[in-house]
């Protein structure tokens, strides 16, 4: 008899085929909406479950889950795991780090290209028909080649932007960082390390790339906010949480910074309403890695760290360490 694993959202094809070669698979490929208790009660009938970072498997869950052995999520960050429970119920945790670093890297500074440049503001105006004639200042924004970028989170996605703003725009580079990077891996990425104040204070482009956790809820606050230049721009490509977004509507509708670009919100897929009716910030559905080589990579991962710990008894890329 072959493992149940349950698939919690549509995935490609091709993957489901293969992973059907090896389990028992409850697929979701009609994207019905889970509320908690129906994920619950789900996956408290499979042993392995594939899911994304929006299915829970905290606590509660868990609790109800006595058969689970492996849940892989298709993601890189993985708060959406109370990874400590899943450890103490003997539950094997994995995500897909490397796999999508290059692409997130570039979704981060296109965002930022977008939100200093002010693409998509000119485009609605464009769209609109409100384009009669050429201004000398219209839509003029942030220089981007030549500026100071601080970094917020300096693994390996914080370092791919880092490299792409020295090497492709000659930018200033400086982070800020849990630990310090080796000296190697700052002369690779041209970045100097500050505090988290003189960073906010002399970046011209501020980019959020830490993971999500309690420690990490709000980091950018109105306090903040408050120590940036008026002509910064901010960038959130890590979590929603990581911005207190009420604080940050209002720090752009009061030209405290001068934009924002934002992939994660609070309570996503809830937008803050404040943040839908402010003109200088670009907002994207958390799309970051959503490039179609990288997600079938994620995919792919995501399906081997199953397929790998039910056969081989662990996962490629496993959070934490549980005997099988
Ligand atoms: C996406 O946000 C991911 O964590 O992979």
């Known amino acids: 008899m072959k493992p149940k694993i349950i698939v919690a959202r549509p995935i490609f094809d091709d993957v489901l085929a ?22 619950t009660k789900a996956l408290s009938q499979h042993v392995g479950a594939l899911t994304t970072g929006s299915d829970p498997v905290d606590a509660d869950v868990l609790q109800a889950c006595t058969h689970l052995k492996a849940v892989a999520n298709m993601a890189v960050g993985y708060n959406n795991f109370d990874v400590p429970a899943m450890t103490a119920q003997g539950v094997q ?61 300096m693994g ?21 960082n849990r630990s310090r990077l080796s000296a190697e891996a700052e002369a690779e990425c041209k970045a100097s390390y500050v505090s988290k104040e003189t960073l906010l204070q002399t970046a011209d482009h501020v980019m959020l790339v830490v993971p999500y956790s309690p420690a990490s809820h709000h980091t950018i606050g109105a306090a903040e906010l408050a120590q940036m230049k008026p002509t910064a721009t901010l960038i959130n490509i890590a979590r929603g949480g990581i911005v207190d977004d009420a604080a940050l509507a209002v720090a752009l509708r009061e030209k405290r910074i001068a934009a924002a670009g934002l992939d994660v919100f609070e309570g996503e897929p809830q937008v803050h309403p404040d943040l839908l009716t402010v003109p200088n910030v670009v907002l994207t559905p958390h799309i970051a890695s959503a490039s179609i080589p990288t997600r079938r990579a994620m995919a792919n991962l995501a399906a081997d760290n199953l397929i790998s710990y039910f056969t081989q008894g662990k996962s490629l890329t496993p959070l934490n360490s549980v005997s099988a």
């Not at 293969?18 to 208790?37: C, G, I, M, S, Y």
């Not at 390996?156 to 800020?176: D, E, L, T």
Request: glycine content about 10%; hydrophobic content about 40%.
């Open 18 to 39: 293969r992973l059907r070669e090896h389990f028992d698979v409850t697929d979701n490929q009609a994207d019905t909406p889970w509320t908690k208790a129906s994920w």
């Open 93 to 153: 945790a994995s995500n897909t780090p490397d796999v999508l670093t290059e692409t997130t890297a570039d979704f981060g500074f296109a965002l930022l290209m977008a939100t200093a440049r002010r693409i998509t503001e000119s485009e609605h105006y464009l769209r609109r028909g409100e384009w009669t004639q050429w201004r000398y200042d219209m839509f003029a924004g942030a220089e981007v080649h030549g500026s100071t970028i601080g970094i917020l989170g």
């Open 156 to 176: 390996r996605i914080g370092q791919g932007i880092a490299r792409r703003a020295a090497h492709g725009f000659g930018m200033k580079v400086i982070y800020h």
